[in-house]
């Protein structure tokens, strides 16, 4: 049965997305800055791979491989819970090691609390549990990627405050397929479904 790798999730805005790219080029250099010989990238160039700004999103729910004759169902839940939910604001004020400093992963970026946000993330885990998908224990913690680590050790990269905060209109949610490739991983949009624009109270 044919297969593909599929997750719910929402996506900045792209005059933001390049926005937040401009605004993390300090620590791009910082990184990439040559050793105290001048001959060769430090250790810490090494230690990053860097997130394509265009690939900039926020996972909801990761499915992994999924049965092509189960898209349908997935769309039809993105509509529901969709139309439970109005547009509303991100805004981006922390950078940290994801998903600790001790142990991480990703280096990310993290919005304020948006009870939107979380309102529409417990709608998918539970649609995606009625429909016999695995879900993902522990509280959810929303974050931007935008940059990988490397080695499970923390990189020698000294994070500080971001120098501004932006915000980002969500207004969809996004059904998205990932492939990987030699260049890393590359993300498409399977079914993008609009919140129902409620009027405000």
């Not at 040559?34 to 230690?47: D, I, L, R, T, V």
């Not at 970026?109 to 309102?119: H, I, M, N, R």
């Not at 994070?159 to 492939?179: F, Q, V, Y």
């Amino acid at each position: 049965m044919d297969t593909l790798r599929a997750f719910f999730a929402i996506a900045v805005e792209p005059t933001v997305a390049s926005a937040l790219y401009d605004l993390l080029k300090p620590w791009h250099v910082a990184a990439a800055q040559p050793s105290a010989q001048g001959k060769e990238p430090s250790a810490k160039g090494k230690e990053l791979r860097w997130t394509k700004v265009e690939n900039y999103h926020l996972t909801l729910a990761f499915l992994g491989d999924i049965n092509l004759v189960d898209q349908e169902a997935l769309e039809a839940l993105a509509a529901r819970c969709a139309n439970n939910i109005s547009d509303f604001d991100l805004h981006f004020d922390r950078i940290v090691y994801f998903p600790s400093s001790s142990r991480p992963r990703v280096l990310a970026l993290l919005p304020g609390a948006e009870q939107s946000l979380q309102d529409l993330q417990s709608q998918l885990q539970e649609g995606l549990k009625s429909m016999g998908y695995r879900i993902e224990k522990g509280h959810f913690r929303p974050h931007l990627t935008v940059a990988r680590v490397k080695s499970r050790r923390r990189p020698s990269l000294q994070l500080e405050n971001l120098p501004a905060h932006l915000s980002t209109r969500i207004s969809s949610l996004l059904l998205m397929r990932s492939e990987l490739t030699a260049q890393g991983s590359h993300y498409s949009v399977l079914f993008s479904q609009s919140f129902n624009h409620l009027p405000s109270e």
